[in-house]
């Protein structure tokens, strides 16, 4: 069993699993970080970003002015942001089986990986992953072809170049394998291979491993995944969560008994425990709000949003902020806005209950009837007739790189009334705010990451009680900047197996069981005997028959007439020889008896000698050893064959047959 | 005493002398032998005043098939009876003593299993032993023996009476010798005599006790814990109770056990251990042997082997405040030792002798219980402070160094890391118990000397504090605490750069608006409480007050709390009123004209005051004018005050919570005070009486006339009568007396003259019908009609009102003093006098007992 590892990044895992003569990608997360080192993609010309300087190096040896512009400071990438796309070298894509997708956040890969790789196979999600996925794949695609640039920088990515580059581009890793955003018509083939399933539900894979997702509590319709055959189970933990947000509580109990258990999707905020971030941005909107300023949220449009707007909902009325308008703005904000309220059955239960009721699960229905919430698709069009100050806007994208936030940024960002407040916690705030700077605006960071912490996932750990556990290396050691917290890390016994972008890791399990049937006719010609209470055994003589991985015991096909056609003679040249087995033994011989047995049947002289493994018997006037040991008895008799028939015999009396 | 229930007792004690009579309740005994103890106490003697007691004593005791309880109750009222010299001897005659106290007796009848007879025993015997007869037949008696196998009784109240009453056995054979040996002397031969005879009682007493103490403390097996712990506690006791030559022989009596039971070291003894050897040690000279040998002891303690029982140990001796000086500081070394090892910060200098107990400790905080032991820790380090500075292990400034870096080891967004335990990083980061202990402590460290140094630095801990997401509601409580207490002490605040105070004014800010109520009205107290730090000045002379140093003044605040105001929770708004009120005390006092902000404040508070559901929020409402009037010095010239008075004044008597309306008084006696400013500053309550009032002097009568007016214009009088009449006690109780007080002042001087009436107007029908009721029982007189056709006629009041009255009038009708005299007494005080427990106690049997009147049994089943 192997464990190809394609993505370094800890909560964008993309592994592949062999197992059994299947290969299994499990999951598929696209590591957006690298479009931090691009420029802003504004939506209303700006002059600022417009006018930026080329870069030269200081002596002025490598002029790369058309490709890199300096602003506030640092070297940006003037062309379109580029993706760090999953590891495609250390194995043939095509060869892939299925794709096990755990949440929507971990599919953003997907087209880079199904077209133009060759690959066939099916990709499993539940229906919440696929159809928000879907929006936020075409938000992506939306956000980057709304601004165009023809502009395509590589010169950069060029090794000897990059090296003499400043600041984090001088160390961006695999810059080559960085690629453009995919079009709308690669996501929709890319998704038209998703195939759906429900929590629990089993798929047979080949007859070999059966799949089946579990709820993580994560995100609606977030799973983790359970790949089984019939004497392994490897569990495969993706984005888990065990607060009580808005999706179906984790199902834990699922996890027990892994062989195999591999943990990915941790929090990336170890230290900011989500209450109190959540306080946090309440009580910085309202802070905001009342000094007149406006807040700015750059978030993605389905997620912590739901949260966020719930709190709110019960917060404005508190902090009497009943009549500031909050607005969210994404190509997708309407869609996202309805389908958190259709997918019942993935929510958990106190808002399931709801749908019985005349009422939604949740309140941001009511804070859009009641006009405090109004989502548009973009700046332009109504949003500018309807736009009023103070106010909450929600918008993407959160690396402040390209989307409707980069508008908001430019005009907002001058006066120190207003603040930006940072919860997804999947980008620096630091990086993302430095094409931006200096800026006046005041800046929050309040990351709300509800997956599991490391308190929470050594406590599962101690309950479900895997064999072995792998995880990305950043689990293993605690954070950099906190070097001193050693409760940051995952202390596990064995130790945990860590992996890091593209490594090969051999899981540390050998198969040693296969289930194989018989045939009713076939086993009704078994004679069982009970060798022990509740344990019988039967000897049996068949054919194993392969295919499909199932494993059939057929009745060994008796020999042919005698040529019935000379053609068949050939095929069947060496039929099975069909020989009455010899009976199988089992039992141990008890010495006391044994000696008994020997005394009546005269022979009485025996010197018996205690060895390792039992004891030997030298009959001295028959010059004659039996060794009698826990795996075999061994009758040493030269020239005697009577004597040795008559002590096999006794041997045997003791022994029980089959 | 009541005759009527002197008359019934004869009857009560029948009653209960029946067995198996049923009594009302539970607690009828025990209220019965309180009164019994109250007559004791009060009149010349119980059996003269209960002659019947003695007969029923006797009856019980020679009768044991009364109930338990009744014996129980016999029991401790012979106690009762026997405490007095004469009550003794009457009971010796009739030779009941002997039988009561004698546990053969109670043995033999199989009552003395019954934990409840045991007690009785054990407090019958302590209310006895009051004189030395009492002394004399428990020695006799040899009552020593019964009640030293009570010491350790399974039952916990037993064991723990048994306990006093030895020691009062104690008490008594000390202070009888100490009259033996002084007052021998005066006293003739045969007394004489038989207090040689009782000295030798005593003596045997006390050897009995020692030897017994003696016995008892050293543990012989671990099933002996809980009374070994009972031995030490009474030992305790006994030392911090008995005087000199007494406590010398105990201590002496018992050391070797001590000694013993120091080495055995068993954690669930240390405490009441240390608890022993600490009382015995406050009170001995420093020279005398037992006092060497008992630091010894305290040394042993303190060496221990297990670090949470030597921290206690420690803890215990700072605590005594004991005199021995190396003792005490080795004890501020070992609590100092786990903040040394957390935050590696160096109090203790490297080549001390506690290197053994520093791998204990450090061992132990590698765990989860480190916590504990931090906090123990910390909590003392206000008992270290005290110490003088040459027997600290290290300056104070050092220690406050330490818990800043434990603090931020502890904040939950800090990154800083410690040069000491790592491990111990992971279990207390976050946890708000650690972060209160050290808070705690840097506010008592903030009197330390020379610590004004680190300011800035408490200041910026203390500022993440409260900037920290994760800090807890009490944490960030605690914070402001401190931030008041380091401000309060620090003469220059000069150091808190636009930086810091930026920070700062950010985080209140935030706080302001935590989702958390508890947040934010510890942040609207903090505000207010700001305001009342006295200034301080600055190098250059400028006076500065700490609100314009730390937030920029009143500016920042006002809008802050008047945001406040309209917070969701009631106990926020509550504190933003009370707030402001702090906060605008000083313009105030000052004088300063009104701002339309005050106004504002004014207008909402009236708002609070009709529409708040809250009581907290009105209470608050109504104190805040109530500081407003006393603050202000002239407040008749503040026209927005003596505006507002009507409305507070009406609305406030009239709401329906009795704290709102008690406060209303309070705000009306304050009126009252500056209408009728009394020159001989006598008790408020003091009723004067029509007749010894003085004369009235000319002048006087127009400028009570003019004041009296004002009342009434300021709704003072009107409040008062809301409030005389109504249902809660203390609202009434509290306008009675102010009404008494106004009547003492007015009416013997406008009684004289006719022609100057004040009418004032009543605010609902309600209230007016009861005032009317009131003087309808008071006298016959129509006050109402004839104030108004009065009023008619002098043209006062144009229209007949009938919600009109005359102030001196209804002053004069209403039966002040006898509702006063109602008002006093409790609103049980029927059910709770001693006739009523008497008449309950044979009603009760009556209901159960006499054949015939079943119905009427159930009927009362029914009622219950």
């Known amino acids: 069993m192997k464990l190809y590892c394609l993505s370094g990044h800890p909560t964008l895992p993309c592994n592949v699993l062999k197992f059994k003569s299947t290969t299994v990608m499990l999951d598929c997360g696209l590591d957006t970080t690298s479009v931090l080192n691009f420029l802003p993609l504004p939506l209303v010309h700006s002059p600022r970003l417009s006018k930026l300087p080329g870069w030269v190096s200081k002596d002025g040896s490598l002029n790369l002015e058309k490709e890199l512009k ?459 005997s009970e060798v022990k209470p509740g344990v019988s055994v039967a000897t049996v003589s068949a054919v194993l028959q392969s295919k499909d991985n199932k494993h059939t015991l057929q009745s060994v096909p008796k020999a042919p007439p005698v040529a019935p056609s000379k053609k068949r003679k050939r095929v069947m040249e060496e039929p099975p020889m069909t020989m009455a087995p010899k009976p199988l033994l089992s039992g141990a011989v008890p010495l006391e008896a044994f000696l008994a047995t020997l005394q009546k049947h005269g022979i009485t002289e025996v010197k018996v000698e205690e060895t390792a493994d039992g004891h030997i018997l030298h009959l001295q006037a028959e010059d004659t050893l039996i060794q009698l040991e826990e795996d075999g008895t061994h009758i040493v008799c030269d020239n005697n064959e009577p004597l040795r028939a008559t002590l096999r015999d006794l041997v045997l009396r003791f022994l029980q047959k089959l | ?235 305790a006791m006994l030392l911090v109770r008995v005087g000199p030559p007494l406590r010398d022989t105990l201590l002496l009596a018992v050391m070797n056990s001590l000694e013993e039971l120091v080495t055995t070291s068993c954690s669930q003894l240390t405490v009441p251990l240390l608890d022993v050897i600490l009382a015995a040690n406050s009170g001995l000279r420093d020279d005398c042997v037992p006092k060497q040998r008992l630091i010894r002891l305290l040394w042993a303690m303190l060496n221990m082997k297990k670090p949470d029982d030597v921290m206690q140990a420690a803890a215990a001796v700072l605590r005594s405040h004991q005199s021995d000086p190396a003792l005490s500081a080795h004890s501020a070394r070992v609590l100092l030792l786990p903040l040394d090892i957390v935050t590696g910060v160096s109090l203790l200098d490297e080549n001390s002798t506690e290197g053994e107990l520093r791998i204990l400790i450090t061992e132990q905080l590698k765990r989860k219980s480190c916590i504990s032991m931090i906090c123990v820790c910390l909590s003392n380090i206000p008992q270290i402070t ?79 504090y409260l900037n920290s997401p994760s800090s807890d509601p009490s944490v960030l409580q605690k914070s402001y605490q401190v931030v008041i207490k380091w401000v309060g002490v620090c003469p220059d605040l000069s150091c808190i750069t636009d930086q810091l105070r930026e920070g700062f004014i950010q985080a209140v800010r935030k706080r302001a608006c935590d989702t958390r109520w508890e947040a934010r009205d510890s942040t609207v107290e903090f505000l207010g409480h700001l305001v009342e730090v006295p200034s301080c000045w600055t190098f250059t002379e400028q006076e500065t007050e700490p609100l314009d140093v730390l937030l920029g003044g009143r500016r920042f605040t006002v809008p802050l709390l008047k945001e406040a105001l309209q917070d969701p929770e009631s106990y926020v708004r509550a504190s933003s009123i009370s707030a402001l009120a702090q906060t605008l005390a000083p313009s105030w006092q000052d004088g300063t004209a009104l701002t339309q902000e005050q106004e504002d404040i004014v207008a909402q508070l009236q708002e609070v005051l009709f529409q708040d559901s809250e009581g907290f929020a009105r209470r608050a409402a109504v104190k805040y004018f109530t500081a407003w009037f006393s603050a202000c010095s002239s407040p008749s010239s503040c026209w927005l005050l003596m505006q507002s008075m009507p409305t507070v004044l009406s609305q406030g008597v009239a709401d329906l919570d009795w704290e709102v309306k008690l406060h209303t008084l309070e705000l009306a006696e304050l009126l009252l005070d500056r209408a009728f400013p009394d020159p001989s500053p006598s008790h408020s309550y003091a009723v004067m009486s029509d007749q010894d009032h003085r004369l009235p002097i000319a002048g006087q009568q127009s400028d009570l006339l003019s004041s009296l007016k004002n009342l009434v214009d300021w709704g003072v009088v009107s409040a008062l009568l809301c409030g005389v009449v109504d249902c809660d006690r203390p609202v009434a109780l509290k306008a009675c007396q102010l009404l008494l007080k106004l009547r003492g002042i007015v009416c013997p001087v406008m009684d004289n003259a006719a022609d100057t009436r004040v009418f004032c107007q009543l605010a609902g029908a309600s209230v007016l019908q009861q005032v009317r009721k009131i003087q309808e029982i008071g006298k016959d007189t129509h006050v109402v009609s004839e104030a108004c056709s009065e009023a008619d006629e002098e043209g006062i009041c144009a229209s007949v009102d009938p919600e009109c009255v005359g102030v001196c009038e209804v002053l004069r009708l209403l039966d002040l003093d006898e509702k006063l005299s109602i008002l006093t007494q409790s609103s049980d005080h029927i059910y709770n006098s001693p006739l009523s427990l008497l008449q309950d106690i044979l009603t009760a049997a009556a209901a159960s007992s006499p054949p015939g009147q079943d119905s009427r049994q159930e009927l009362v089943m029914d009622c219950y």
Not at chain 1, 464 to 482: A, G, I, S
Request: hydrophobic share 40%; aromatic share 8%.
């Open chain 1, 70 to 528: 300096e602003c506030a400071g640092r070297v940006f990438v003037d062309s379109q942001p580029e993706f760090c796309l999953p590891e495609r070298e250390l194995l043939d894509l095509s060869t892939i089986d299925v794709i096990l997708i755990s949440n929507y956040h971990c599919m953003m890969a997907l087209p880079y990986i199904t077209e133009h790789t060759g690959f066939t196979g099916t990709v499993y999600a539940t229906e919440p992953t696929l159809q928000i996925g879907r929006l936020l794949m075409e938000e992506l695609v939306n956000f980057m072809e709304r601004v165009p640039k023809a502009q395509s920088a590589t010169c950069w990515k060029n090794k000897e170049i990059q090296r003499m580059l400043p600041g984090p581009l001088k160390d961006a890793v695999d810059v080559w394998t960085w690629k453009r955003c995919y079009s709308m018509q690669e996501v929709n083939s890319a998704l038209s291979k998703v195939q759906l399933v429900g929590y629990s539900q089993k798929v047979e894979l080949f007859g070999a491993v059966q799949v089946s997702p579990l709820s993580s509590g994560y995100s609606l319709g977030s799973s983790n995944w359970i790949i089984q055959s019939h004497h392994e189970k490897v569990s495969y933990v993706s984005g888990s969560s065990l607060l009580t947000t808005h999706p179906q509580p984790m199902d834990q109990s699922s996890l027990k008994n892994s062989d195999v258990l591999i943990l990915t999707g941790l929090t990336q905020m170890p230290t900011a425990n989500p209450d109190g971030m959540l306080g946090e941005f309440c009580s910085n909107l309202a802070m905001t709000i009342r000094a007149g300023g406006n807040v700015l949220v750059p978030c993605y449009s389905s997620g912590v949003i739901y949260d966020l707007l719930e709190c709110l909902y019960q917060f404005i009325e508190s902090a009497n902020l009943g009549t500031t308008p909050f607005y969210f703005i994404s190509p997708v904000a309407n869609s996202s806005l309805e389908f958190s309220q259709i997918f019942a059955e993935w929510l958990c239960h106190n808002k399931q209950t709801k749908v019985y009721l005349p009422e939604p699960p949740f309140p941001h229905a009511e804070l859009i009837q009641t006009n405090k919430l109004k989502h548009y698709p973009s700046i332009h069009g109504d949003f500018s007739s309807e736009f009023r100050q103070p106010c909450v806007v929600f918008t993407g994208h959160p690396s402040l790189r390209f989307g409707d936030v980069v508008h908001f940024m430019e005009l907002w960002g001058k006066s120190s009334l207003n603040t930006v407040i940072f919860t997804e916690p999947d980008f620096s705030y630091l990086d993302a705010l430095a094409p931006y700077q200096p800026l006046a605006m005041k800046c929050v960071y309040c990351p709300i990451d509800t997956r599991l912490n490391f308190h929470q996932v050594s406590k599962l750990l101690k309950e479900v009680q895997p064999l072995h556990v792998v995880c990305p290396e950043q689990y293993t050691q605690p954070p950099l900047t906190q070097s001193h917290r050693s409760d940051l890390m995952l202390e596990l016994q064995p130790p945990p197996m860590p992996y890091r972008r593209c490594s090969v890791l051999n899981l540390p399990f050998r198969r040693r069981y296969e289930r194989v049937y018989i045939l009713p006719e076939l086993a009704n010609s078994l004679v069982p």
């Open chain 2, 1 to 235: 005493m009541d005759s009527q229930c002197v008359s019934i007792l004869p009857r009560v004690c029948g009653v209960l002398l029946v067995s198996g009579s049923s009594l009302p309740d539970d607690t009828s005994l025990e209220k019965l032998l309180d009164w019994f103890t109250t007559v004791a106490q009060t009149g010349p003697s119980l059996l003269e005043a209960c002659p019947c007691l003695v007969d029923f004593v006797s009856k019980v005791a020679f009768n044991y098939a009364s109930g338990s309880s009744i014996l129980s109750f016999t029991l401790k009222l012979t106690g009762l009876i026997g405490a007095s010299e004469d009550g003794f001897k009457v009971l010796k005659e009739c030779s009941v003593l002997k039988l009561v106290f004698n546990p053969q007796h109670w043995q033999e009848a199989g009552l003395w299993e019954d934990p409840c007879l045991r007690i009785g025993w054990i407090q019958g015997l302590k209310m006895i032993l009051q004189h030395s007869e009492a002394l004399s037949f428990f020695a006799q008696a040899d009552l020593i023996e019964p009640l030293l196998q009570l010491q350790t009784d399974p039952s916990l109240f037993v064991a723990s009476a048994a306990n006093q009453t030895l020691a009062q056995v104690l008490l008594l054979c000390q202070s009888l010798s100490s009259v033996g040996h002084n007052g021998s002397k005066n006293r003739d031969l045969e007394h004489n005599s038989v207090s040689m005879e009782t000295t030798q009682n005593y003596s045997g007493i006390i050897t009995k006790v020692s030897e017994y103490l003696n016995k008892s403390v050293v543990l012989k097996e671990i099933s002996q814990l809980p009374g070994s712990q009972q031995i030490l506690r009474l030992l």
């Open chain 2, 386 to 464: 005290l110490m003088a500075s040459d027997r600290l292990p290290c300056p104070q400034r050092l220690i406050v160094t330490a818990v800043l870096l434990l603090l931020r080891l502890c904040c939950v967004d800090s990154s800083s890391s410690s040069p000491g335990c790592v491990e111990v990083v992971r279990f207390i980061t976050g946890n708000s118990k650690v972060q209160k202990c050290a808070l705690e402590a840097l506010l008592v460290l903030s009197k330390s000397p020379g610590v004004k140094m680190v300011l800035v630095e408490v200041f910026k801990v203390l500022t993440e």
